[in-house]
């Protein structure tokens, strides 16, 4: 069984992001493989170190420097890497139709994407992947087995979580709690440099943006930033109730 | 017809499905405001959304006793073709988030994914959160659009002034291929996070369980607020999932939100920073959450709490 895992190249959760013109700029800003993507190459290699799987193949589609990320997911461990090369941005939709063509191609049978990458707050390419490839999908797994064609695991819905068992194949969106990724090692570091990482051309693969990129903006909201003074408790209390029921208005 | 897919509870519609009906009408889109009620036994569901829509398409049927992706997906996708929908408008909760992607495949229409606001008419507008809810990004498409609509980012609609007709549909559905196999069911007597007006939230500051039942759950009460949970707080089991707020729980925005022993992390603020009022309480000054407060109190949550609680009832 093959897994096909995508890494999204994403800012730092700590660093600063900018706006120039209509878009985020991420020039200089520190980019790392998003971290619910990571929880994916994690699971993978773990699926195959459990002998569920046979190889691992990293998938990042995306400018030049996406690169970092397939050789920081080569370097924990992935078996090879495949690098779409664009600098159009696309939105989740016309996204899956590359993601759903690579795993057709390459005969994955478990397509692993982050619940939400931190750049684009999206939770759908997983959906819009398993739609293409005529799939179900589990979201937001946080709990995963793979037995012979059978998945089992368990994820988080709307209130609360449940228990699936579902047959392969099959995409899963990954989240926080499904594993604790290793750090690459130097030497895996090392080796990574001689992984396959083949580069491909968006051309070949037919997409269409349906949505247009019109604006950004960073809208920071004026917070009041007023602190009052935790030494002596009660007046602290009744002075914080005062600006919430008189001031906010928002305490009966 | 503009298309809503109505979120509800078995016998009552959320208010998420009023404040979609409420981006439908300011999207500037033609056509017959239309709530599709999909559910087993959902006929007073179906009578309340007349009250909203002009019309109300009925799906009741023992396959979509339980909500699935796929099933959820090809009903929607199916009604859309039918009715020759201009937009889709889905609920911007979990589950709407994972089959609104099926549906716009299905119809090979564009996404506009958690808006935050709709408008343009053909050229569909809105706007949405990006890069962890730092940046408000505006998007658009024409033609088709399938849209999730953010909750609590449009007011909840009033009833229309007449009464929807409503219609049952028979729907071709595929067969479940998940199987669910157990279910936790986290339900609280408070109000629902994403429908309190004030939460009260702890993080590890709190220092344990029983502190968060006596201090967090203590001050909900005595306010009448929901109840929320840091990730961290969630991770280490001390409180159920179904409670937190972040990037990878729920998404609220209260008029009060009330931080007790919470840093403020980046993911965290994610979820919760579009706040109207914040208040923060941590013992440590240098916390990130004092950033972005309103009203902060650096100081001992052992002793500010009780005295919070004790000053809320008098």
């Known amino acids: 069984m093959k897994i096909l895992t995508l890494v999204r190249q994403v800012p730092d959760a700590e660093a600063r992001v900018k706006v120039a013109g209509t878009a985020v700029d991420l020039e200089g800003t520190t980019l790392v493989i998003d971290g619910m993507d990571e929880y994916g190459v994690e699971e993978a290699l773990r699926l195959r170190e459990a002998g569920s799987a046979a190889e691992v193949i990293a998938l990042a589609v995306g400018p030049k420097r996406s690169e970092d990320a397939l050789r920081t997911a080569l370097a924990m461990g992935a078996d090879r890497a495949i690098h779409v090369e664009t600098d159009i941005r696309l939105d989740a939709v016309a996204l899956s139709r590359v993601v759903a063509q690579v795993a057709q191609a390459e005969g994955a049978q478990l397509v692993l994407v982050g619940g939400q990458e931190a750049d684009w707050d999206s939770q759908a390419l997983g959906a819009a992947t398993a739609e293409r490839l005529g799939w179900p999908q589990l979201t937001w797994v946080n709990e995963l087995k793979v037995e012979g064609e059978t998945a089992t695991g368990r994820h988080d819905v709307d209130e609360g979580n449940e228990s699936f068992s579902a047959a392969l194949p099959l995409v899963v969106t990954t989240q926080q709690g499904l594993n604790e990724p290793r750090y690459p090692t130097l030497p895996n570091i090392m080796k990574a440099k001689k992984k396959e990482l083949r580069k491909d051309n968006l051309d070949t693969y037919g997409v269409q943006a349906g949505v247009q990129f019109v604006g950004a903006e960073i809208q920071a909201r004026a917070r009041k930033n007023h602190m009052i003074d935790g030494k002596d408790p009660a007046a602290a209390a009744s002075e914080l109730l005062n600006l919430l029921r008189n001031e906010a208005k928002v305490l009966a | ?314």
């Open chain 2, 1 to 314: 017809m503009i298309l809503i897919v109505a979120e509800h509870n078995g016998s009552k519609l959320t208010k998420s499905t009023l404040e979609m009906v409420t981006a439908a009408r300011g999207s500037g889109r033609e056509g017959p405001v239309t709530l599709l009620v999909l559910g087993q036994g959902v006929a007073a569901v179906a009578t309340e959304a007349a009250g909203y829509a002009e019309q109300v398409l009925v799906g009741d049927s023992a396959a979509l006793a339980q909500y699935n992706a796929e099933l959820w997906a090809a009903a929607t996708a199916q009604i859309a073709r039918e009715g020759e929908a201009s937009t889709v408008i889905i609920g911007g909760s979990r589950s709407g988030r994972e089959y609104a992607p099926r549906v716009a495949v299905k119809l090979d229409a564009p996404y506009l994914e958690d808006a935050i606001s709709l408008s343009g008419g053909d050229t569909l507008t809105a706007q949405r959160y990006t890069f962890l809810a730092r940046v408000t990004e505006t998007v658009s498409a024409s033609g088709l659009v399938v849209v999730t609509a953010k909750p609590g980012s449009f007011a909840p609609a009033e009833p229309a002034q007449a009464a929807g007709e409503q219609y049952d549909i028979d729907l071709d559905l595929p067969a479940a291929r998940v199987q669910i196999t157990g279910k936790t069911v986290e339900k609280t007597s408070r109000v629902a996070l994403t429908e309190a007006d004030v939460i009260v939230t702890g993080g590890r500051g709190v220092g344990n369980p029983d502190n968060f039942s006596t201090y967090v759950e203590g001050l909900a009460d005595s306010i009448g607020a929901g109840v929320g949970a840091t990730r961290a707080v969630v991770d280490a089991g001390w409180r159920p999932y179904a409670e937190q707020v972040g990037q990878t729980g729920k998404t609220v925005q209260p008029k009060a939100y009330i931080a007790l022993g919470v840093s403020g992390a980046v993911q965290h603020l994610s979820g919760m920073g579009k706040s109207k009022f914040i208040v923060a309480i941590n013992k440590d000054a240098e916390a990130p959450i004092f950033k972005v407060a309103d009203y902060g109190i650096v100081g001992d949550l052992n002793e500010i709490v009780p005295a919070l609680i004790a000053a809320s009832k008098s």
